[in-house]
């Protein structure tokens, strides 16, 4: 086949990556890091079917924050990614980029989120845990609305 279309997403001279990606019909979403310097932030971004830009969101403070993760959830997105060692939940609108919930969690990290995903009541993020010092697989259910962080007791 051939190339339909491309659009670099960014007009400055920050390298960005785009990890995950979701469509709703109308728009696509992705979500990577903006590599400035020897730090990264989150960004997510939007454009229409065609690839001309919507919106961008940042995310971070330009210190080692990732993510990879990204799920549409009825009119918002959830992110899932790294804040350090932290797991970080985003949850943006859809409609202009505004971040509409966050969530820091640093019980049983250092964390790297893979993916996402959701019903609406929750909030599942596959990745791994360096808690032991050895890399495991790590499965995790969060409330979704507010996200809510489950305490940790093995399961």
Known sequence: GSRL???DLDDDTNQEDGYGLVADGEALYSVG???VGAQTQIEVWSTDLDGNPR?????GDEGADIARAI??????LVVAGTHGDELVLLRFSTADG??????IWTEGGPFSAHEVVTDGESVWIGGQSDATGNDQA???RAGAVPFVMPELSGK
């Open 33 to 35: 890091p903006e590599v």
């Open 5 to 7: 279309w491309q659009e």
């Open 71 to 76: 799920v549409l959830d009825g009119d918002s």
């Open 55 to 59: 919106w961008k969101a940042d995310w």
């Open 138 to 140: 790590i499965l995790i």
């Open 98 to 103: 505004a971040l509409l919930d966050e969530l």
